[in-house]
T-cell receptor, first 115, second 112 residues
């Protein structure tokens, strides 16, 4: 069974500071990995995804994440936080071996940005 | 601009009443997912469909919840009878087989 663990339910950084949101996964097969963002009163939207190839993937709004198989991690980073980055972020995993894969989400990390 | 459409956006009902939530997936997407979001449990997968066929509804309380796709343009999630513990935001999402999901804006359900 697949699972995702997000360390830290709430992260607060200053505007302009580095953003680091942690995600570790558990999967018996090579997974597909995703980061989604949810703004207040909205549905989730995809930030970035890792499927195959380059382990460092870039997404929208300046975010990127690196797949590290040895650490079973897929941490999300952004060099310089902006006030508009305040939102909830979800890491997710999917079983690439299945012909009809479901996506399992982590518990989410709320990102706050201090002026 | 293609998007997933969910109705109603808000629903307040009394315990014991039937609730039906509807979702119009993006045209051409072959998978549809229903998730429930609460503060306590986060995002829970309730059910999902591929090519209109139900693949997994193990996350759904079978005695009161049912999910169907009567056609490719409509997915429904029904609760009968509703209970206060069902209060949550219910999201529908559609996508292709192994790829990104496109979420609707959610249906916020309050059961009194």
């Amino acid at each position: 069974a697949q699972s995702v663990t997000q360390l830290g339910s709430h992260v607060s950084v200053s505007e302009g500071a580095l953003v680091l949101l942690r995600c570790n996964y558990s999967s018996s097969v090579p997974p597909y990995l995703f980061w989604y963002v949810q703004y207040p009163n909205q549905g989730l939207q995809l930030l970035l995804k890792y499927t195959t190839g380059a382990t460092l993937v870039k997404g929208i709004n300046g975010f990127e994440a690196e797949f590290k198989k040895s650490e079973t991690s897929f941490h999300l980073t952004k060099p310089s936080a902006h006030m508009s980055d305040a939102a909830e972020y979800f890491c997710a995993v999917s079983d690439r071996q299945s012909s009809a894969s479901k996506i399992i989400f982590g518990s989410g990390t709320r990102l706050s940005i201090r002026p | 601009d293609a998007r997933v459409t969910q109705t109603p956006r808000h629903k307040v009902t009394e315990m014991g009443q039937e609730v039906t939530m509807r979702c119009q997936p993006i045209l051409g997407h072959n998978t549809v997912f229903w998730y429930r979001q609460t503060m306590m449990q986060g995002l829970e997968l309730l059910a999902y469909f591929r090519n209109r066929a139900p693949l997994d509804d193990s996350g759904m309380p079978k005695d009161r919840f049912s999910a169907e796709m009567p056609d490719a343009t409509l997915a429904t999630l029904k609760i009968q009878p509703s209970e206060p513990r069902d209060s949550a935001v219910y999201f529908c999402a559609s996508g292709l087989e192994v790829g990104e999901l496109f979420f609707g804006e959610g249906s916020r359900l309050t059961v009194l």
